[in-house]
């Protein structure tokens, strides 16, 4: 018997046909990725296997069978029972998909004990063990933050922490390592792989990276408008794709290897003034003996029409420099000088968007800051930016809900881009886009950088799309920056051991490459 | 399983096809619940008594101050003639006991008073204490410190003590319906406030808010684009709840005479007289408090629709009543 | 009054002899704040101030109109006069103590009214100031340690008071508290309130919350043989205050427990309860009905226009509504109609008069002529001025029901509130008292002289502040006249027939319109015996009521 | 949190000061006559100025308000007419009317009006939460409906209603309970708690309909949020999410609410005082302020007002423990 059994699967929110005619299954302890550009579908698909869209006013047809239960049709409490017990999901949105209220151990604990009788102590215990084994550091006492105190990629650790917490037989992941660096990103890779290895899970990744999918899984499911495309052995659809959406997708990775165009970038003039130069910033968290620096001495500068890329550990410190650059932050230590003429991508577009607000009036916030009254020209300028951003300028009127992961992350850039600012700190700009809009938006940026002489500061953990769009990069670990220089130089001749580490872990897109990476890795490890 | 979250079983938007994308205004999402739009008719329908009451009393050929001792029995305390507090052709409502005035006509009048006077000193109160409650949340330290402190100043003062010093101060002449909603708009605003500040305060690092703060509005507007909308929920919540108790405030307020001046009837006034009278004549107290409960229930169920109307998720969770959920 | 129908049960109670012993529980909204006799303003020393103070005289402790007399308390008798009734003597009975078995003497009493006239102590009624000689300039014995030269104790047991005028009505005044003895040595000013001396048949053994919640119990140096006024049945007298007034009626109907044995002071039956328990004939029969010399009137001063005019006063007078008044004050068995000034008990000197014939519900006809007389053709437009209490007395209600029917006789009233203090202080000021206004007197005794006297004697308009009660500022030189005349008599009878003709003979002038009596409605518990309801306080009696 | 305290401390004083000078100004212009009021209804106008000279009416305002600070600070001597008595600081003076020392006056009235309020504070924060949870939980039923229809009674009742049928109800008809009257804790508490019972119901149930709609409203707004999906989604039933999670929203308004109400009561429960005969705080400022009896009216002012601050003090602790993210400001 399959794990899943999905047949003609269709969901619909009022007009948008969001899934159509969706089949697959999947088999005990196998892997399915699923990939696809965003707002193709995948997410409410994700959905459709543990029943989520009940009571949301989706229409949903066809038949989801999910390790012997029919999610359609099952009553409440065969329900709750596959839910986290049987199937156990990993949501997208990391920042907000955690209870602000409670530490995060507790919310662990919570759902364990909802399927398995243990005592609170116990529970606490295993949430502990979990939160360690996705690799939070110091996992006793971070178990006892709230989410706010986490970084995005140790919240999204803790939500798979949280999935890996009941054991399931089927592990649906949506998007599980998008804020999390290369290096983070191979060891939850690897542990999801142990973990099938070992217990007989099975995995459905939802993914945009295709080289995440290429690591971890069997077979690959693109999907398209909220059709499949094509479905095959990972392998082969990688190496030889048979439809010609599949082949554009593959075109639009980035490569890591690629020595592309940046030759040619104008770059700063080393000369010109900075728009924008930190010094020695620090920014201290906690308390008493538990205080910590999350940034401890940085100093960068970025000058106009410049890029920095920024990458680094989970946790290293990365959103809270970007937010003491633009100045959300107050820094406990050193001084930002330059242009205030600044603009944020948040790092969770769910939470970035005020969710009572159309996506239109976001965007058109900073035109109206700006004394922009004519609402014609408010409108002609919105839809500009979305269509730049790749999105359909009719959305003007719609909510945050109803936008996939993706295209909310394209909002929150049309809103940054809507003032022209001089500097732009994009936290992850791009981690929750599928390849082609991920490409889009690059060159976007790029024809900015060009054109306005924007500068940026590009946190990414993806190290491809930071050498594709960066001219210098810093690397950051535990707050500091422990190598920065220009792309050719840290690319080239990584000098300090980190960098080296990350470069090594980045994943690769033939799967039995990557499986020999990952022994290698394994190997590594044991040695250590 | 069939839930409706919209309030005593609204059946709301039972259509699973919503309205086309770009034109689902707040209008929309609200005219889509049955029961909000019911409660909202009864609203307007009271309101539309109380502008029509001298064209409605000419109708019953009543007037609300004139005393009818004939229809009353004097020697037992002035309890109405007749039965059921003396309904009937005459009065349609029967009449005070003790006066004998009709009652049908110091009820259409009383609505003037008490919803005119409770809905103008409620959005005084809404206004002032969300302008407070956001200054303290948003301004900084100080700014916090002296509104919040202001507003204990504000709570400690009690009602009785300022309105006696107002009635003193400010002459006769002025329209006492004006002076009162605005005596009680200037002292009840403390609820809203601490409301709008509490909640604010939680939002107010919220990301979307921080982005805002990013685009250059003024710290005011972030307040009024970014924090009310999400704010709307309680605040219209609380807003429903605070016009019956600033019936029943105005009704104190006659009741220390320092309120709307006699013969004038209003509702609050008359259910406080009324009392006593619940087991003599029971229709006296019964039907000025039957109304005010209408009115409360009508508000609450109206607020509740407005409050959904205003949330554009909740559109869905709307439709959790509606047969659209296959799931 | 008194027990004259069914639904008073004065005397007779319900079965058996009433017997000493057990607690009679008190109900009442105002509490006992003042608990002084310097400070305390009653008719006939009040009703629980009398359980514990004795006076010279005291009031008749009898039903109807029997109670309207003035008897003998400390004293052997009402008072020798002399001649011309400025020399009042009295002497005090013997084996009188006090609650600490201490004597009671001559002296005592002496002090006893001194102490009334100390600012701190201010409060009781103004006779002895206006009466004693030199008492407009005494300052009480904390200031003044000589004393007062015109109250004379020659011996322990006698005492002679000097009045700067003839006043036969003496013996009444000397019921009032401030004829209680207070020995010097145990006074403590202000604080003695908390726990005055007694000289009556209880003692305070508790006094909670400023008079909230008293507990007498026997005093047992009382002796019964020196009273002949008070029963005293029940050993223990429980005064619970500050309930709320419907509280208060429905316990006394339920008569759960202690309730049993309840009565009130000072709570009447509302029209709303009144309306219930005349449909309940077990309810019906505990309800005592007294009557208390009081009027309700609308007073004018005709120092402000139009007032000035006695046509229009008389068109007012004719206008008035005297049923809407008195549903508006709690229907005819809570008030009476009042055509005259003078409440209708004998004692008073009652002489029926009704010099402006308005009928039940007014004469409109004859006020709009009276109008069209006095050159008002189109109307008039008048201000009348009420307080903002709920009092049923000056209160809202009465004036909407003026209003009313005023309107109907042409009038254009305009109503104009005042709070309570605001509305006393600018009704008894000269400068300020408006034109039309609701007032209210009831007697300090039940006689035609404290009724007719403060209202109407010229000499005691009260030109400075607002302590001024002659609202019509009349000062005829006739009036004043007959009044000091009337005071010299001693013969208590022969003054009240003259007090009821100079109010008839006053009532021509129209310068206030009688609107009703008062009528005491009050519910006691169902194992009241012996209930006595005197027309001089109108209220059952607390010193006569057995719970046994 | 020392500063925080401290800070708190001096917001406080300035409150109470801030406090005194308002209830002094609005006396100032109010009508009636001190002396004259105290002095008694038929007084002499040498005797009202002989009692406006020895309450020391005569100063200028400033001067009386300059001896009630001192009084504050460092006690004040009056006369009881045969003695000089001393009223220890910190002294709120003595009263007009009753010459009783304020102070000692309000020790009298305090635990009683204190017994009521927290009482009926438990009961209306344990009824309104209560209603409120079960009608999101019950949300479209028949059960939901009931609960709104109760709770909005409670609202569009005035309080001396709703008292006065429980008394007739639980007191005169069935006879359950006492007719309320106040028994002081120290002396019975089951009597106390009886006597009392009544009246914390009045007040809760005038009260709780507010939390009840507020606690439902802010659950819902909760449950539309994202978080409350991954617990769904990992089977938590839906009572443990209302519980743990939704329940966690209304947190804030109702501590910041329930302050509000709390201080207020302290002052603002007149009605029930009266009607039930209990000897509080309320009733006897509404008996000062209509006698004009500044002394007590300041006093008691004053007091209430330290309740306000202390209730919003101690709510903003709880909120700050609640929620973290907020700094205690
Ligand atoms: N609640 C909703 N109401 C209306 N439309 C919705 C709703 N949820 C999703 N959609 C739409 O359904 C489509 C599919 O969304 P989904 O979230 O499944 O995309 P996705 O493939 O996960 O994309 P991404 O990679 O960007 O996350 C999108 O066009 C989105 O706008
Ligand atoms: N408000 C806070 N309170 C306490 N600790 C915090 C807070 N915000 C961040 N931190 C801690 O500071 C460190 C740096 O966090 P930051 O969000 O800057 O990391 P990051 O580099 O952006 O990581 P990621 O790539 O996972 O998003 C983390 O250890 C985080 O737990
Ligand atoms: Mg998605
Ligand atoms: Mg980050």
Known sequence: ????????????????????GVSFTLDPGAALGVVGESGSGKSTVAYALLGLHRETGASVSGTVKVAGVDVLTADERELRGLRGGKAAM????????????????????????????????????????????????????????????????????????????????????????????????????????????????????????????????????????GKVVERGPVGSVLASPREAYTQELLAAVPRIDASDTSDVRPGGAETAEPVLEARDLRKVYGKGKQVFPAVDGVSVSVRPGETLGVVGESGSGKTTLGRMLVGLLTPDGGSVTGTSDVQMVFQDPASALNPRRSIGESIADPLRARGEKDEER?????????????????????????????????VCIARALAPSPRLIVCDEPVSSLDVTTQAQVLSLLDELRRELGLALVFVAHDLAVVRQVSDRVAVMRRGRVVESGTVAEVYGAPKDPYTKQLLAAVPALDPSVAAERRSERKELAEAA | MTQSLALLGTEAASSSEGPAPGTRSFWRRLRAQKAAMAAGSVIALLVLTALAAPLLTALAGQDPNAYHPEAVDSAAGGVPLGSFGGIGAEHWLGVEPGTGRDLFARIVYGARVSLGVALFATLVQLAIGITLGLAAALGGRWTDQIVSRFTDVNVALPL?????????????????????????????????????????????????????????????????????????????????????????????????????????????????????????????????????????????????????????????????????SAA | AGPDSADSSGGSGAGGKPQKGGTLTVLNSNPQDDFDPARLYTSG???????????????????????????????????????????????????????????????????????????????????????????????????????????????????????????????????????????????TGTKYEE?????????????????????????????????????????????????????????????????????????????????????????????????????????????????????????????????????????????????????????????????????????????????????????LKITLTHSTDKDFETSPEIATALQDALQKAGFKVELQGLESNDYSDKTHSVKTAPGLFLGHWGADWPSGGPFLAPIFDGRQIVKEGSGNYNHAQLNDAAVNKEIDEINKLTDLDAAAARWGALDKKIGEQALSVPLFHPVYKRLFGKDIKNVVISDWTGVLDISQVAVK | MTGFLLRRIAGALFVLFALSIVVYAIFYVAPGDVARIACGPRCSTAQVDQVREQLRLGDPVYVQYWHFLQGIVAGRDYSTGTALAHCDAPCLG??????????????????????????????????????????????????????????????????????????????????????????????????????????????????????????????????????????????????????????????????????????????????????????????????????????????LVMVIGFFVVLANT???????????RVVLA
């Open chain 1, 1 to 20: 018997m399959s794990l899943i059994e999905v047949t003609d699967l269709s969901v619909r929110f009022d007009e948008v046909r969001a899934v159509d």
């Open chain 1, 90 to 225: 990993v949501f997208q949105d990391p920042l907000s998909s955690l209870d602000p209220y409670y530490a995060i151990g507790d919310q662990i604990a919570e759902v364990y004990r909802v399927h398995h009788r243990v005592s609170r102590r116990a529970a606490r215990a295993r949430a502990v063990e979990v939160l360690d084994r996705v690799g939070i550091p110091d996992a006793v006492r971070r178990s006892r933050s709230r989410p706010h105190e986490f970084s995005g990629g140790m919240r999204q650790r803790a939500l798979i922490a949280m999935a890996l917490a009941c054991s399931p037989e089927l592990l649906v992941a949506d998007e599980p390592t998008t804020a999390l660096d290369v290096t983070v990103q191979a060891q939850i890779l690897d542990l999801l792989h142990e973990l099938r290895a070992e217990t007989g899970m099975g995995l459905l990744l939802v993914t945009h990276d295709v080289g995440v999918a290429a690591e971890s899984v069997d077979d690959i499911l693109v999907m398209r408008h």
């Open chain 1, 378 to 410: 408010i409108r002609a300028r919105v839809g500009e930016l979305l269509v730049r951003v790749g999105l359909d300028p009719t959305l003007y009127d719609r909510y945050p809900h109803e936008f996939s992961g993706g295209q909310r992350q394209r």
């Open chain 2, 160 to 324: 009785m003590v300022l309105a006696l010093a107002l009635l003193a101060i400010v002459p006769q002449s002025v329209p006492r319906p004006v002076l009162i909603a605005l005596v009680m708009g200037l002292v009840g605003w403390s609820g809203v406030s601490k409301l709008v500040r509490a909640q604010a305060l939680a939002l107010k690092h919220a990301d979307h808010v921080e982005a805002a703060r990013l685009s250059g509005w003024s710290t005011w507007r972030i307040a009024r684009r970014e924090l009310l909308p999400s704010l709307a929920a309680p605040i219209i919540t609380y807003a429903a709840l605070m016009v019956p108790s600033n019936i029943s405030v105005e009704a104190a307020l006659s009741f220390l005479g320092v309120g709307i001046k006699p013969p004038t009837p209003s509702w609050g006034q008359m259910i406080t007289e009324a009392d006593t009278w619940y087991q003599t004549a029971p229709t006296y107290l019964l039907i000025p408090a039957g109304l005010l409960f209408v009115t409360v229930l009508s508000l609450t169920v109206f607020g509740e629709g407005v409050r959904l109307a205003l949330d554009p998720r909740a559109r869905t969770r709307v439709l959790r009543a509606g047969k659209g």
């Open chain 3, 45 to 187: 020393g009040g009703n629980v101030p009398s359980l514990v103070f004795r006076t010279l005289t005291t009031r008749n402790r009898e039903d109807g109109a029997a109670g309207a007399q003035v008897v003998p308390d400390l004293a052997t008798d009402l008072g020798k006069p002399n001649k011309d009734a400025t020399v009042w003597t009295y002497t005090l009975k013997e084996g009188l103590k006090y609650e600490d078995g201490s004597p009671i003497t001559s002296a005592d009493i002496k002090y006893g009214i001194e102490r009334s006239f100390a600012a701190e102590l201010s409060g009781g009624a103004p006779y002895l100031r206006d009466w004693l000689i030199g008492g407009d300039k005494y300052q009480g014995p904390y200031k003044d340690k000589g004393g007062l030269d015109s109250i004379e104790t020659p011996d322990e047991r006698t005492i002679v008071f000097k009045l700067n005028k003839p006043e036969g009505e003496f013996p009444y005044l000397a019921t009032q508290t401030q004829f209680a003895p207070v020995p010097k040595a145990k006074d």
């Open chain 3, 195 to 379: 726990h005055p001396v007694s000289s009556g048949p209880y003692k305070v053994v508790k006094n909670e919350n400023d008079g909230e919640h008293l507990v007498l119990e026997r005093n047992e140096h009382w002796d019964p043989k020196t009273d002949e006024e008070r029963k005293a049945y029940p050993d223990k007298i429980d005064v619970r205050s500050g309930l709320d007034s419907a509280v208060i009626n429905q316990r006394l109907q339920a008569g759960q427990g202690a309730d049993a044995a309840a009565v009130t002071t000072d709570t009447n039956l509302g029209p709303a309860e009144l309306a219930k328990v005349s449909g309940d004939d077990a309810l019906a029969k505990r309800v005592g009905t007294g009557h208390f010399g009081y009027t309700n009137y609308l007073a004018f001063n005709p120092k402000v226009k139009p007032f000035d005019d006695l046509k229009v006063r008389q068109a007012v007078s004719y206008a008035v509504d005297r049923t809407s008044v008195i549903n508006a004050a709690g229907g005819s068995s809570l008030a009476e109609p009042a055509t005259t000034f003078l409440p209708p008990q004998k004692s008073f000197g009652y002489t029926k008069y009704d010099h402006f014939p308005a009928g039940a519900n007014g004469d409109a006809a004859k006020a709009k002529a009276l109008l069209k007389e006095a050159g008002y053709e189109d109307g």
């Open chain 4, 94 to 299: 003595f009263s007009y009317q009753t010459d009783q020392q304020v102070t000692q006056l309000i020790l009298a009235k305090l635990p009683v009006t204190a017994s009521l309020v927290f009482g009926a504070f438990v009961l209306w924060i344990v009824i309104g939460v209560g209603t409120g949870v079960l009608s999101v939980w019950r949300r479209g039923r028949l059960s939901e409906r009931v609960l709104t229809w109760l709770t909005l009674t409670g609202t569009a009742t005035p309080v001396f209603v709703i008292g006065l049928l429980l008394i007739i109800v639980f007191c005169s008809t069935l006879a359950w309970l006492p007719f309320p009257q106040y028994v002081p804790f120290t002396e019975d508490p089951e009597q106390w708690m009886w006597n009392l019972l009544l009246p914390w119901f009045a007040l809760a149930l005038l009260e709780s309909a507010k939390y009840a709609r507020l606690t439902r409203s802010s659950m819902l707004e909760t449950l539309a949020d994202d978080h409350v999906r991954t617990f769904r989604a990992f089977g938590v039933s839906e009572g443990a999410i209302l519980r743990r999670h939704a329940l966690r929203g209304a947190v804030a308004p109702v501590i910041a609410l329930s302050a509000l109400d709390f201080g207020t009561m302290f002052g603002g429960a007149v009605l029930t005082e009266s009607l039930f005969g209990i000897p509080g705080l309320a009733r006897e400022l509404v008996e000062a302020v209509k006698v004009v009896d500044l002394p007590v009216v300041v006093g």
């Open chain 4, 314 to 324: 101690v709510a903003d602790v709880l909120y700050a423990v609640a929620d973290r």
